[in-house]
């Protein structure tokens, strides 16, 4: 079974997230996980805000915004 830190470790790598790695990350939230999943959560929160790690959902809300002008 994939476990956060899994998906964080692989974005944390490639500096993206996509989609489909957000969305396990929603479904690995709603269960069980330990503190050393926590805390890889938390590293990829901040790597995001840091602009460390891209997001393809906010990429594609982006892309959406800018063709309404």
Known sequence: MTRIRDVVRDALNSGYLTVE???????????RYDREDFRAFMILQE??????????????????CSSCK
């Open 21 to 31: 790695a957000e969305n396990q990350l929603r479904r690995l939230l709603s269960l």
């Open 47 to 64: 790597a995001a805000m840091n602009g460390d790690v891209r997001q393809q959902s906010r990429e594609h809300s982006s892309s959406k």
